[in-house]
């Protein structure tokens, strides 16, 4: 357990665990789902099959051990962070989703965007001699404790953690603009971006009429 301490606040980082599930599915209802640009785009959360199907991915990475929380003294969950481990040799198991899910739902838009960063990004072409990347997934905080090093603290302990897995690096894909600029700050470099004007359906209209300031999506990395 990494104690934090802040101005204002004083804070655990922690494993999440099975006991977590419901605790954090909440969290990221309230403070990820409704927020982030691309579900606002599309309206995903107006879709009931979609937001399951985007609750359901999110959760699904807790069974995994590699998910941390930040947690006040008070047990108010203030941050989550979802991480996965990548492999050069693994087979693609990312575009399940893309697969099992209806054409027609909301969410089937957004795994295909993603395929298709992860696809073009192509990390391991890039980085010759990188075999193993800890992966990002989501990271996101409590409104009432941002600016408070919340974030930094999640990211720090994921560090952590992909250098005691073997990790050579670690990578995130960012939608919206201030993740993009929330990591540009910890020191992850650019590697990949789209912007999501350029992203269209093949009647050549826009796909994610993202609002301002979100602009595009970012592929970001961090060598270890």
Same mark, same amino acid.
């Given at each position: 357990?990494?104690?934090?301490?802040?101005? $204002?606040?004083?804070y655990?980082?922690?494993?999440?665990?099975? $006991?977590?599930?419901?605790?954090?599915?909440?969290?990221?209802?309230?403070?990820?789902?409704?927020?982030?640009?691309?579900?606002?785009?599309? %309206?995903?959360?107006?879709?009931t099959?979609?937001?399951?199907?985007?609750?359901?991915?999110?959760?699904?990475?807790? %069974?995994?051990?590699?998910?941390?929380?930040?947690?006040? %003294?008070?047990?108010?969950?203030?941050?989550?962070?979802?991480?996965?481990?990548?492999?050069?040799?693994?087979?693609?198991? #990312?575009?399940? #989703?893309?697969?099992?899910?209806?054409?027609?739902?909301?969410?089937? #838009?957004? /795994?295909?965007?993603?395929?298709?960063i $992860?696809?073009?990004?192509?990390v391991?072409?890039?980085?010759?001699? /990188?075999?193993?990347?800890?992966?990002? $997934?989501?990271?996101?905080?409590?409104?009432?404790?941002?600016?408070?090093?919340?974030?930094?603290?999640?990211?720090d302990?994921?560090?952590?953690y992909?250098?005691?897995?073997?990790?050579?690096?670690?990578? /995130?894909?960012c939608?919206?603009?201030y993740s993009?600029?929330?990591?540009?700050?910890?020191?992850?470099?650019?590697?990949?971006?789209?912007?999501?004007?350029?992203?269209?359906?093949?009647?050549?209209?826009?796909?994610?009429?993202?609002?301002?300031?979100?602009?595009g999506?970012?592929?970001? /990395?961090?060598?270890?």
């Amino acid at each position: 357990m990494d104690e934090t301490n802040q101005a $204002k606040f004083s804070y655990s980082i922690v494993p999440t665990t099975a $006991k977590d599930k419901h605790t954090v599915a909440a969290f990221l209802r309230k403070f990820f789902f409704r927020d982030e640009p691309l579900n606002v785009a599309i %309206q995903l959360l107006e879709e009931t099959d979609s937001a399951a199907k985007l609750e359901n991915y999110c959760i699904s990475y807790l %069974q995994y051990g590699m998910t941390f929380m930040a947690v006040s %003294q008070t047990g108010d969950i203030m941050g989550v962070i979802l991480n996965n481990i990548m492999h050069r040799d693994d087979v693609e198991e #990312d575009d399940e #989703d893309g697969e099992t899910c209806n054409d027609n739902l909301k969410f089937k #838009d957004i /795994v295909v965007l993603l395929e298709k960063i $992860k696809r073009e990004a192509d990390v391991f072409t890039q980085y010759k001699n /990188v075999n193993r990347i800890l992966e990002i $997934k989501i990271v996101t905080v409590n409104e009432a404790y941002r600016g408070q090093g919340v974030c930094k603290a999640l990211v720090d302990k994921t560090k952590e953690y992909a250098l005691e897995m073997g990790c050579q690096m670690i990578y /995130v894909e960012c939608t919206s603009h201030y993740s993009a600029k929330a990591v540009e700050r910890l020191g992850f470099q650019c590697i990949y971006s789209l912007a999501y004007n350029d992203y269209v359906n093949e009647h050549g209209e826009m796909v994610f009429k993202t609002q301002s300031p979100h602009r595009g999506a970012k592929v970001y /990395v961090l060598p270890l």
